[in-house]
């Protein structure tokens, strides 16, 4: 996953060298830190969702945990640990339940998705990690990746289980669905131009431009070419600007 703050600084959740990296404007590594070091004991822990709050923190979720961790952007101290409202991460025994995706919102809220083979959903907490609410998912969507936009309202792209074609859902500041947009094959990550249009990756090498007051597709692209094989697929998109 990739978080951009206000002034162009990148943190980037690597799954290959499990580290948190942060990058300035310039493209220079500001610092690289393991995951272990804010789960002892583990030495293959993968980051998967990340995001940062106006504070420039950063969240991020990991893939052995059912947790996320709120990290300080300065100092690299742990602040707080996000735990979801689950009262065991096992579920049909042999099953966990998994956080993903992570988003701020502007009001600095946060929200993760997680995932389960029988249930998916999404937890908002406050900025300090306490518990608000929790807002269940149709089985069509797994949440891959989690959009605010400026007015607190969320976009969540999922896939479904076992398919190949997921949904894109517009949520109000409260949780409640607005619209859906179903039959999208392989959904990928989400964006958000500068005239408040929606971008998202799909079909591994597909961008797909729709206005977010109309759901209306604007825009649709093919980049590079489509996998297996040579195994070209867009990994993530951020700050996408409206004349792409």
Request: glycine letters at 8%.
């Amino acid at each position: 996953g990739i978080a951009i703050n206000g002034v162009g600084e990148a943190w980037i959740a690597d799954g290959d060298v499990d580290r948190i990296m942060k990058i300035n404007a310039c493209g220079d590594t500001v610092y690289s830190v393991p995951v272990s070091a804010y789960i002892p004991g583990s030495d293959n822990t993968s980051p998967v969702g990340i995001a940062v709050d106006e504070s420039s923190d950063f969240i991020f979720s990991s893939s052995d945990t059912v947790t996320a961790f709120k990290v300080d952007g300065v100092t690299q101290e742990l602040q707080t640990i996000l735990l979801p409202d689950v009262e065991n991460r096992v579920v049909d025994n042999n099953n966990t339940v998994s956080p993903g995706p992570i988003e701020t919102r502007v009001d600095n809220k946060i929200w993760i998705g997680y995932t389960h083979p029988l249930s998916t959903f999404l937890c908002l907490y406050e900025n300090d990690g306490d518990f608000l609410s929790r807002h269940e998912l149709p089985a069509a969507c797994h949440p891959v990746d989690i959009l605010c936009d400026p007015y607190n309202e969320t976009w969540v792209l999922g896939a479904g289980v076992g398919k190949d074609t997921g949904v894109l859902m517009h949520l109000d500041q409260f949780g409640n669905v607005l619209h859906t947009i179903g039959d999208i094959p392989m959904p990928g990550m989400l964006a958000m131009d500068a005239d408040d249009n929606i971008w998202f990756s799909y079909g591994a090498n597909r961008l797909r431009r729709i206005s977010r007051k109309t759901y209306r597709s604007m825009h649709d692209m093919e980049l590079g070419n489509k996998y297996p094989p040579p195994y070209h697929f867009i990994s993530a998109i951020e700050g996408i600007a409206n004349d792409l």
